[in-house]
């Protein structure tokens, strides 16, 4: 079975309390729930982790490489604006991944237009909540089945 980590970034294990007019008022373990369901049903074996430090988020990326992790959902947060550090990390590690956000950080202020990640990720998904995740995670599936045939068909 493949396996996909699912990385959120600072903040977000506050949600259903914060700003919930953005994020919606799921909480953190309500939408990690609804992604361990989602995976299951797409045969995925998926964890997930949520940290408020860069220092930490990039320990679990490179953890994430020495387990040979197939595929990554990350949500950065509000490190998708500034962090040239996790952009590094996610390329060095050479692992297929998607940018998620809750929130569609095009229709906001300004400094959110720009994603330190968008240009490296396989894709990106914004602006349909909790179902961000889950399309993700349908997307990793249909990607991670389509590598195994070519090298099956090779
Ligand atoms: C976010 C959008 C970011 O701009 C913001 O800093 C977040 C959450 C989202 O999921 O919509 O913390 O990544």
């Known amino acids: 079975m493949s396996e996909v980590l699912v990385l959120h970034g600072p903040n977000l294990h506050y949600l259903g309390k914060r700003e919930t007019n953005l994020y919606g008022s799921l909480t953190l373990d309500e939408i990690n729930q609804r992604i361990l369901d989602k995976a299951k049903s797409l045969r995925l074996d998926a964890y997930i982790d949520q940290s408020n430090s860069e220092a930490e988020l990039m320990t679990l990326i490179y953890e994430a490489k020495a387990r040979d992790v197939n595929f990554i959902i990350f949500n950065p947060a509000a490190y998708t604006h500034t962090s040239i550090a996790l952009r590094d990390a996610l390329i060095a ?4 991944f998607i940018e998620v956000h809750l929130s569609n950080i095009y229709a906001r202020e300004s400094f959110r237009h720009h994603s330190y990640f968008s240009d490296i990720a396989l894709g990106s998904i914004a602006g349909l909540g909790p179902n961000s995740y889950l399309l ?4 990793a599936a249909t990607y991670l089945k389509d590598r195994i045939n070519e090298k099956n068909s090779n």
Do not use: G, N
Not at 93 to 96: D, G, N, R, T, Y
Not at 136 to 139: I, K, T
């Open 93 to 96: 590690v050479e692992i297929p």
């Open 136 to 139: 993700a995670l349908e997307a």
